[in-house]
């Protein structure tokens, strides 16, 4: 039944596609001049503003999965980098010394199944109404963009 909903959700939004007006330079602006967190949701927003059904559910869940979909990639391009230099040190460490690249893989797993669930109850909270599909996209962006964050942080040695 949950993937009858999300499918009925979606299925729109392909149509729509032709009609919106996204660019992500918003967000791209935003994170030059040192807005961080401030920052997800910034092209989204600009998007619904900009498109003509922009503020009806299907409008404002496209535009929303379009913004989804770059931080999304910005965060996979950010993990396989780690990953890359993770494992070029894990090489080099003691053999006693924890695998970090293995950590990074299980912590990325761990998250993926948390960000889920997190958003799965952000559209619960919709109690079966049509404002869920973009509340669940938008918690998937705020999610993502807060992960890619979390291992650009300093923490990792940069």
Known sequence: MRGLLVAALILPWPAMAQNL?????????????????????LAAEACINATSDGYTTVGMGACTDYE???????????????????KAQDAEAMSYAPKQADALREM??????????????VASQWGGGTGAGPASVSCHLHETASQLFYLQSSQFGE
């Open 21 to 41: 007006v996204f660019d992500i330079a918003p967000v791209e602006t935003c994170l030059a001049t040192g807005g961080g967190q401030m920052c997800p949701g």
């Open 68 to 86: 989804r979909a770059v931080w999304d990639r910005w965060l996979n391009e950010e993990y396989q980098a780690l990953m890359i230099k993770l």
């Open 108 to 121: 990325q797993r761990a998250w993926i199944g948390f960000r889920d669930a997190k958003c799965a109850y």
